[in-house]
């Protein structure tokens, strides 16, 4: 009798423990849902975005950007008040992935930052103005990671998986192989809204699904595309002091200023790992190709192909994180010499400088 008596008490409590988590989980997916229905507060980024691209709530849309450009606006599908949401939501993940503006990044910004190690990681810093980068009579740029030209493309072969992956899936790839971060379940709302914002891109500069355009993606630069002089570490250590140390820092770990970043960090450990996309001994060409296209702000295609091989070859040998397939043994040294290169390289740089340190404000670069 006292054995029956056990097992009922223990079909109870296991019952029991499921019914809680599935209270649990009733009332989670009500606090999403309540969320997704809840008004949006965009970041002034966003907010001048979409009103120049006239996103409102309309049987059909006609964009201005199209209409100022060739004076004629072929009318599309329009968008729901959900729809919206959605595409402000993702607009806000490109300006403010960390949720620095937000009055509560766990929920206006679906807890973006649960994908991304450091705090210097933000899609903007590579899909620049908010994924859609032009030039002052509003051309798309070449080279500048459009969001809108990468959605067309739909279905794009990975030579990295050596899959052909569609748009959300190149997302995930973003999180963990252009940045230092992990990767997003396939039905989370981050690769959703920042999907709705992209085909809203797309729609808005009336790009046409299937084709290609010089916006998507980077203009990669191989080396027999320069002068044949090879990579070079002093080169692109001096090109890096002239071009690229006023805004990234000495020693390239980012600059932030009033709790503001001001630019992100290149090297240690806020930037990319070593299996990303962007470390030149991985691919040498994406690098280089960013670089030429899209820096120095305000500067763009001033640099040859050259010094844009010989400035990502130099950022490439300083300090950064490992990648998560190398082991805890490779992690620790990475972890060390971010911890101690900096301090060092800073002490010898004031030993040459006769005790006066180069950087008045060396704690910019901390």
Request: hydrophobic share 35%; glycine share 8%.
């Amino acid at each position: 009798m006292s054995t029956t008596a056990g097992k009922l008490l223990r079909i109870v409590l296991l019952l029991l423990v499921l019914a809680g988590i599935y209270a649990l989980a009733t009332q989670k997916h009500k606090q999403r849902e309540d969320i997704r229905q809840a008004t949006v507060a965009l970041t002034p980024g966003c907010a001048e975005k979409l009103r120049r691209y006239g996103l409102v709530r309309s049987e059909r849309y006609r964009s201005p950007y199209v209409l100022q450009r060739t004076g004629t606006a072929v009318p599309v599908r329009g968008y729901s008040d959900e729809d919206i949401r959605a595409i402000q939501r993702g607009c806000n993940i490109i300006d403010d992935t960390q949720g620095k503006l937000a009055r509560d990044p766990a929920l206006e910004r679906w807890n973006t930052t649960r994908f991304i190690r450091g705090s210097h990681t933000s899609c903007d810093h590579c899909h620049q103005s908010l994924g859609d980068k032009q030039d002052g009579h509003g051309n798309p740029l070449k080279g500048s990671l459009s969001l809108g030209a990468a959605w067309v493309m739909a279905d794009m072969y990975d030579r990295f998986t050596g899959m052909l992956l569609p748009f959300e899936l190149r997302q995930m790839q973003c999180f963990i192989n252009s940045s230092n971060g992990y990767k997003p379940n396939i039905a989370d709302d981050v690769l959703r809204d920042v999907t709705a914002y992209s085909r809203f891109l797309s729609a808005a500069m009336a790009l046409k699904i299937g084709n290609h355009y010089d916006e998507q993606g980077i203009d990669e630069i191989p080396a027999s595309a320069t002068s044949k002089q090879g990579d070079d570490y002093v080169r692109g250590e001096l090109l890096y002091k002239e071009k690229c140390q006023v805004c990234h820092g000495r020693q390239a770990f980012g600059l932030e200023a009033n709790g503001q970043l001001v630019a992100p960090a290149l090297a240690g450990p806020n930037a990319w790992n070593t299996q990303s996309r962007n470390y030149f001994y991985y691919v040498s060409t994406i690098l280089p190709g960013f670089i030429c296209r899209n820096m120095p702000l305000g500067a763009e295609n001033t640099l040859s192909n050259q010094e844009c091989r010989d400035i990502a070859y130099y950022i490439s040998n300083l300090p950064r994180p490992a990648g998560d397939r190398q082991g805890p043994i490779i992690a620790l040294e990475h972890q060390a010499l971010m911890t101690f290169m900096p301090p060092l390289m800073r002490l010898m740089e004031s030993n040459r400088k006769g005790g006066v340190a180069a950087d008045p404000a060396p704690e910019r670069d901390k």
